[in-house]
């Protein structure tokens, strides 16, 4: 966002005026401040280059494409401030960039300025470049296939080595005979790789300075993997796969080289020689059909590859593959100058000792991180005994672990390494003192809260994961393992313990969620234990338990999980679908959709109904009522659930109660089975956008319940929406609409902004949401204790439920603006709050603590309401959902005129909201405590809001749904 600020005047300096232009970029000021700062003088003329080459290609590149896709008058803004600029610019500097912005600074230069801002040329460019395009060859030359290829020079549309970037992805590293095996593969994007012929790759040593590169012995192998998890559509990388040796003599004698000229130049100052650590960092050199590219050799695979063994190749010297904190990777050759040989923890104080071998000093210091320390130095036999002591209070204080050095007078710093020594784990009250290694061996010394380590991990045919380990915090008072994905989904199971002993059992494709069981959703879950102080205690794997630890995947009912070690000893469970080869990657989709798909269209239809409720994610709303109400009927069709990410099972006839019938399928979301379901079922009901792939036959009907009646404003009322030209969201929901043959809406009120918002001029029913019949049905006390009981709600309290929506402009914060102790406070025992965050926000942190409840992912918002007392809200449609309970509304507008602005909103909720409007939390609680003069004070309010908004809520909407579409 701009800020307005008036950026200082970069510096001389050619570091110094790279961020302050970076800085620009990133803090969104206007394009001519960073115009100002990439043209200010006072760089000579190599620098100048490096400048230009540098911005055009990064910060102020990305700029210029954005301005390009914003339309006329951003395009002729930005032309008028470029232009000057780019005549000035290095002609090699500009034959270098990447081909898209190769393209983009000659129309600048060569076209008129007013036919560029008016027309798309420029704009097809950046959109054709934003996808993966098509390579051509012509001779022995490789050009991209960009727009505008037949009125503009051939040599702007080669690709060069700004284009030719090896995309690489290492798999495994380890020790053979002695020998380093890397393998992993390698590919140029967009060049397939068929086979062995013309197709070679060399991986490349290159160590500092004057020393000869190490090429390794390589040989291109049959890596089939690499297609399936490739971008590009249509190219085939099979044969991109390699393996590459090295002999560590090759290191050893280049090494022994370097030590021999920098012990020299120390000799010549009258300083003893140092033996010193010599870094290699790995580039891959492919020839592929006449093409060559040279790049970092980067990407390990998650897990063990991140932690590759050492190997000793003589006392004290080390060959260790490390990774960089980019992911590149790096090969070193290091001496052990310094090895940790004891540590004993006496009160308040830590004490170690240190032996430097071959050099005998008896002066230095220690450095812990960056605290430098006095250390005792004591010469003996073959070296110098060190011994440092470090206050316990002052480790306690610090927050991150910090790496040992010691600094002997004269001499280089030198890194202390485990070597031989135990690691070390000491209680000092609630907190521990570890000193442990690193992945490369090397000594780091930290304090926190007592960790547990996992010593083993067994997995059981139903994919349950067994877990043993210590974890000695005082007490040994029960604990939660929590399972915590990005998304903030999290899951707890029960910790066993005894002594400093733990174990605990994960059923990752059974946990527990209110009262069912479901599969750990695809992704990355991270493990922690869930402490008294709401503070995460995260899980460590046992060092010495490394190399035993079972990492393989395991396949349990068409989904993998595995627990690996990521980060060196960081465990983590990684869950996903598992998809037969064909489906997989962008290769797979596009055989879908291209052939498979319209394959299928052209096939008869079958008398079957698909239901897909939130792309799958769901089993609830109105798709759920319909699929229900069908089965009370008899109905005996083919009735076909998507499933995502085996995020539920829909239940049959036998489940709900209505005797034997016929099962529904389940096809999992993205698979052929999917493809095939929509292209041949008479009917699909939905209640969001179907895939982009999809279209409507003429002879199916697609029913369109939507999710909500609309609150913030939806579809072609956005701003973006209206943008010259059409965003592609635009073309997509057009393409959807058409194919649309009946628009469900809740209320009169709702049908003109539906077809508005949607551009839909097709039939609308307005028949009511048949999600909301339970909430009049006649039975709904019953089916409320039934709910109660799945929440764990004590019985006669009163329930408050907060369902915010969320906040596209601030989806990352997952603070609640609800006080939540306050709130238990104020409210008391009699209360009990129910928290359901939206799902495209960022989950909150909620304590079970008997007051208040997680419901974000319980899964039908509908039950919910069903035993809510009181409903807090702000934007979100479940307000004209909740006004057929009649109970009480309080509106949590904290940011009205903000979200007013940024997203805008269909209702003046200051007139015709059903209950007060508050902006503070201290309000609102208030308002809960008084709930009961609020509802006598809205009451006509209310009834108004409910006659205009839900009028046809009244336990017949699913009935009316069903009859009219399936008769």
Not at 363 to 390: C, N, Q, W, Y
Request: glycine residues 8%; charged residues 30%.
């Amino acid at each position: 966002m701009a800020t307005g600020a008036t950026p200082e005047r970069p510096s001389g300096d050619l570091g110094d005026r790279l961020r302050a232009v970076h800085d620009l970029c990133d803090r969104g000021e206007p394009l001519d401040a960073v115009m100002a700062a990439v043209r200010a003088t006072g760089l000579p003329a190599a620098g100048r280059r490096e400048l230009d080459a540098d911005v055009l290609a990064g910060p102020l590149g990305a700029r210029i494409d954005t301005a390009i896709r914003r339309g006329p008058a951003r395009r002729r803004e930005m032309i008028a401030l470029l232009a000057p600029y780019l005549s000035g610019v290095d002609p090699g500097v500009k034959r270098d960039l990447p081909v898209a912005r190769r393209l983009v600074v000659h129309l600048i230069e060569t076209r008129d300025r007013e036919e560029l801002a008016e027309g798309d040329a420029l704009a097809k460019v950046v959109a054709a470049a934003a996808e993966p395009y098509r390579r051509v060859r012509k001779g022995l030359r490789w050009y991209a296939d960009l727009p505008l290829r037949g009125e503009l020079p051939d040599e702007l549309y080669r690709l060069r080595q700004a284009d030719l970037v090896p995309i690489t992805q290492i798999d495994d590293i380890s020790w053979t005979d002695g020998r380093l095996r890397v393998t992993g593969h390698a590919y140029l994007a967009g060049l397939s790789v068929r086979g062995r012929r013309f197709n070679r790759a060399t991986v490349v040593l290159r160590g500092p300075r004057w020393q000869p590169p190490v090429r390794l012995r390589t040989k291109r192998v049959f890596r089939p993997e690499a297609t399936y998890g490739a971008q590009e559509l249509g190219c085939n990388y099979d044969w991109s796969g390699f393996t590459a040796e090295l002999r560590p003599f090759a290191l050893r004698w280049r090494s022994w080289l370097r030590n021999a000229a920098r012990g020299g130049r120390r000799l010549l100052r009258r300083r003893p020689a140092v033996r010193d650590t010599t870094t290699w960092r790995a580039e891959i050199v492919i020839w592929s059909r006449g093409a060559r590219a040279v790049g970092a050799l980067r990407g390990p695979a998650a897990g063990r590859t991140e932690r590759p063994a050492g190997l000793e190749v003589r006392p004290r010297w080390w060959v260790r593959p490390v990774w960089t904190s980019d992911r590149a990777l790096q090969v070193v050759l290091q001496p052990t100058r310094a090895e940790l040989t004891g540590v004993r923890h006496d009160g308040d104080d830590v004490v170690l000792t240190a032996f430097m071998p071959g050099r005998q000093v008896n002066k230095g210091h220690a450095r812990l991180g960056g605290h430098r320390m006095s250390a005792d130095f004591v010469p003996v036999s073959g070296g110098t005994e060190i011994t440092l002591t470090l206050s316990t209070q002052s480790l306690l204080e610090e927050k991150d672990g910090r790496r040992l050095w010691v600094e002997p007078k004269g001499d280089p710093a030198a890194t202390v390494m485990l070597g031989g020594a135990d690691e070390f784990r000491s209680l000092a009250g609630d907190r521990e003192i570890t000193v442990l290694a690193d992945r490369r061996d090397r000594v780091v010394i930290s304090a926190h809260r007592v960790r547990p380590v996992i010593t083993s991990v067994t997995w059981a045919g139903d994919a349950a994961m067994a877990i043993e380990g210590h974890y000695p915090e005082p007490g040994g008072e029960p604990r939660e393992l929590v399972l915590r994905h990005r998304t903030g989904l999290s899951y707890r199971v029960p910790m066993g313990r005894s002594g400093d002993r733990f174990t605990a059992r994960v059923p990752a494709a059974a946990m527990p969620r209110f009262g069912e069981a479901v599969p750990l959703a695809a992704g990355t879950w991270h493990l922690s234990v869930a402490h008294p102080s709401r503070e995460p205690v995260p899980f460590r794997v046992d060092h010495g338990a490394l190399a035993a630890l079972d990492e393989s995947p395991h396949v349990h009912d068409g989904r993998r999980y595995q627990l690996i070690s990521t980060r060196f000893d960081v465990p983590v469970v990684v869950a996903a679908e598992e998809k037969p080869d064909d489906e997989k990657g962008m290769a797979g989709v596009y055989a879908l959709e291209r052939h498979f798909y319209p394959a299928q269209r052209r096939e008869p239809l079958t008398e079957a109904t698909v239901y897909v409720a939130y792309e799958g994610r769901q089993y609830e709303g109105n798709v759920r009522a319909v699929y229900e109400e069908r089965l009370r009927r008899g109905d005996e069709g083919e009735h076909i659930w998507v499933v995502k990410d085996g995020a539920f099972v829909p239940p049959g006839p036998g489940e709900l109660g209505l005797g034997r019938g016929r099962r529904p399928s389940v096809v999992r979301a993205g698979s052929r089975e999917h493809y095939a379901a929509l292209a041949r079922s008479r009917f699909v009901v939905t209640n969001s956008f179907l895939p982009p792939w999809f279209r409507a036959r003429d002879d199916q009907t697609v029913v369109q319940t939507w999710h909500g009646t609309p609150v913030k404003r939806i579809g072609n009322d956005l701003p973006h929406m209206s943008r010259d030209p059409r965003p592609p969201v635009w073309h997509r929901q057009a393409a959807e609409v058409r194919g649309w043959d009946l628009l469900l809406s809740q209320s009169p009120w709702a049908t003109p902004v539906l077809r508005k918002a949607f551009g839909y001029q097709g039939e609308v029913l307005e028949g009511g949401y048949p999600r909301n019949d339970v909430l009049t049905t006649p039975d709904r006390a019953e089916l409320a204790a039934n709910v109660r009981r799945r929440l764990g709600l004590a019985d006669g309290s009163k329930v408050v439920l907060y369902a915010p929506t969320y906040r596209e402009y601030d989806r990352k914060n997952a603070n609640l603006r609800l006080n939540l102790v306050q709130a238990r406070t104020i409210l008391g025992a009699e209360h009990e709050l129910l928290v359901r965050a939206h799902s495209m926000q960022a989950a909150p942190v909620v304590p079970d603590d008997g007051f208040t409840h997680d419901v974000t992912t319980y899964p039908d918002i509908t039950e919910l309401l069903l035993v809510t007392d009181v409903l807090i809200t702000d934007y979100s449609s479940v307000m004209f959902d909740f006004a057929a309970t009649g109970r009480p509304m309080i509106f949590f507008a904290y940011d009205l005129d903000k979200f007013r602005a940024k997203r805008g909103i269909y209702l003046d909720l200051g007139e015709q909201a059903p209950g007060p409007v508050l902006t503070t939390s201290a309000q609102v609680i208030q308002a809960v405590k008084g709930i009961d003069g609020i509802a006598a004070e809205y009451a006509d309010r209310y009834e108004a809001f409910r006659r205009t908004y839900a009028p046809r809520d009244d336990g017949k909407a699913t009935r009316r749904l069903v009859d009219h579409v399936f008769g």
